[in-house]
């Protein structure tokens, strides 16, 4: 089975505090990807990666980092959190096939910036 | 994103009615796919169809890419099937609607 896991599942900020959303996933994926949601706007993409090194600025990338120093691993970094930073974050990994194109989705990391 | 529209926002049924949903894309996105989002938040592929219709239990996901359309047909609805839909496409960034959410009840 394939699986994506985040950490920390929820997290408090004070607004300017540096946070570090971590995700890791096992199905040896060469893509992954961050995004928010928030009420009405669906999936937002903020960055994503196409392997160890890479980094690529997705639709949302102002007031974010990225960071993918492994294959497993990528990071969301939010060097001076604001207030409108509060949402739910998914990582995912990808890989495509055909005209197919498979995205598996971690749990979601609740962020809220006070 | 504004590249992927879907209608309607909200939807409510009973038990046991179909639901039809709708995806609207530009032309040129590709690999069409439809995701489950539970209450919880949990997102779960449902199926991949870039062209035609696909089948697979319930659902029948029908997209004609020269109208820039996609549907998912959910028959028989259950209580279970209760969350929101959300259709993705491909424009080389992978783009989301902001979802239909289906709420069935007994």
């Known amino acids: 089975e394939a699986a994506v896991t985040q950490s920390p599942r929820n997290k408090v900020a004070v607004t300017g505090g540096k946070v570090t959303l971590s995700c890791n996933q096992t199905?040896?994926?060469?893509?992954m990807y961050w995004y928010r949601q928030d009420t009405g706007h669906g999936l937002r993409l903020i960055h994503y990666?196409?392997?160890?090194?890479?980094?690529e600025k997705g639709d949302i990338p102002d007031g974010y980092k990225a960071s993918r120093p492994s294959q497993e691993n990528f990071s969301l970094i939010l060097e001076l959190a604001t207030p409108s930073q509060t949402s739910v974050y998914f990582c995912?990994?990808?890989?495509?096939?055909?005209?197919?194109?498979?995205?598996?989705f971690g749990p979601g990391t609740r962020l809220t910036v006070l | 994103g504004q590249q992927v529209q879907q209608s309607p926002a909200s939807l409510v049924l009973q038990e046991g009615e179909n639901a039809e949903l709708q995806c609207n894309f530009s032309?040129?996105?590709?690999?069409l796919q439809w995701f489950y989002q539970s209450p919880g938040g949990s997102l779960v592929s449902l199926l991949s169809?870039?062209?035609g219709t696909k089948h697979t239990g319930r659902l029948t996901s029908t997209t004609v890419t020269k109208e820039r359309r996609s549907s998912l047909h959910i028959s028989s609805s259950q209580t279970t099937d209760s969350g929101t839909y959300l259709c993705?496409?491909?424009?080389?960034?992978?783009?989301f609607g902001s979802g239909t959410k289906l709420t069935v009840e007994p």
């Open positions: 995912a990994s990808g890989d495509g096939w055909g005209g197919s194109y498979e995205q598996y």
């Open positions: 199905n040896n994926h060469n893509n």
């Open positions: 990666s196409y392997g160890a090194g890479s980094t």
């Open positions: 032309s040129t996105a590709t690999q």
């Open positions: 169809n870039p062209s």
């Open positions: 993705r496409a491909n424009y080389n960034v992978l783009y």
